[in-house]
């Protein structure tokens, strides 16, 4: 509805002013606009959209954004966010391979891949957990790549049950396991009004 364009125009304004009052300068270039539905949007044309502007700069429309390292996409699905994951991972753990063969301490690989590698799955994984049977089966090949570096067997071809044993051996969570694990965390962070989520909340009040 036009009313409610425009009172997200009157919000942008005053955050602006609030930007100015504080200090604090906005770069509208890196500012977007990203309508979340799960309407089919009829307006496709440019000029068939609200033009929100910031400080005079028009503002581009997106179907995906990156926030604090988050791709968030117009229908809230998570594809688009688990497959660049995916790729980083991915691009990371050949980095690793080829550049740290310095060492051939399974100990030492098991730390590189947890710190520099797994590390990537595990940022705000609550959020966009995957649902997907293929991100999730690419996610295990990931790890089973990695526990092969691991443990210095990449001619290796392990059957799921020996690759079970072996993510024990190296105290190694299967990943679906760890996405729900790190799940269950949050959500007892919140029953017990522990979580930063419940601190924010609380002070906004």
Not at 4 to 32: E, G, T
Not at 56 to 71: A, Q, R, S
Not at 111 to 117: G, H, K, M, N, P
Request: proline fraction near 3%; include cysteine; glycine fraction near 2%.
């Amino acid at each position: 509805m036009d009313s409610d364009h425009q009172q997200l125009q009157r919000d942008i304004d005053a955050l602006y002013h609030w930007s100015q009052v504080n200090r604090m300068k906005f770069h509208p270039d890196k500012c977007k606009v990203l309508v979340v539905t799960l309407k089919r949007v009829q307006n496709i044309l440019p000029f068939d959209r609200f033009a929100y502007h910031l400080n005079g700069t028009y503002l581009d429309y997106m179907v995906n954004e990156k926030d604090l390292g988050v791709i968030v996409s117009e229908k809230f699905s998570w594809g688009t966010h688990c497959k660049s994951l995916i790729n980083k991972v991915n691009q990371r753990l050949g980095l690793v391979r080829r550049t740290c063969h310095f060492t051939k301490c399974s100990n030492q690989h098991r730390v590189l891949y947890l710190a520099l590698i797994r590390s990537i799955f595990e940022h705000c994984s609550p959020i966009w957990h995957p649902h997907h049977t293929t991100h999730l089966e690419l996610s295990e090949i990931l790890q089973r790549r990695a526990v092969k570096w691991i443990l210095r067997e990449p001619l290796s071809s392990y059957s799921d049950s020996e690759f079970l044993r072996k993510q024990y051996k190296l105290d190694l969570l299967p990943m679906r396991s760890k996405f729900v694990l790190t799940d269950l965390v949050l959500f007892h962070k919140l029953y017990i009004n522990q979580s930063i989520l419940i601190c924010l909340s609380i002070s906004s009040i």
